[in-house]
């Protein structure tokens, strides 16, 4: 089973700045590609970020050049930094992560349980 754990959301005034980290364990053989989504109230879910194990990178529009999705392989984490906040940055952030479990290589989608990003003054 893989679990992921995500950290450092929290209230920030505009523009300012956060960084988001989300741990992933468990019976892992490797972790393809990871990623952060977030959903704002009354919206569906949608891509910020996401990073291959190559270390490609794909950015939604309205946060490219102010975040940067980057992992550490040996740490099984991947992260979020987030300068030049607004407020329409506000949501709950979720960490996703496309892993082959060990010993039985399956993959597996897997979910963090979300953090809370609040943009206002």
């Known amino acids: 089973q893989v679990q992921l754990v995500e950290s450092g959301g929290g209230l920030v005034q505009p523009g300012g700045s956060l960084r988001l980290s989300c741990a992933v364990s468990?019976?892992?053989?490797?972790?393809?590609?990871m990623g952060w989504y977030r959903q704002a109230p009354g919206k569906e879910r949608e891509l910020v970020a996401a990073?291959?194990?190559?270390?490609?990178?794909n950015y939604a529009d309205s946060v490219k050049g102010r975040f940067t999705i980057s992992r550490d392989n040996a740490k099984n984490t991947v992260y979020l930094q987030m300068h030049s906040l607004k407020p329409e940055d506000t949501a709950v952030y979720y960490c996703n992560a496309e892993a082959i479990s060990w010993p039985r290589r399956l993959l597996h989608t897997s979910w963090g349980q979300g953090t809370q990003v609040t943009v206002s003054s």
């Open positions: 468990g019976s892992i053989f490797s972790i393809n590609a």
């Open positions: 990073i291959t194990s190559d270390g490609s990178t």
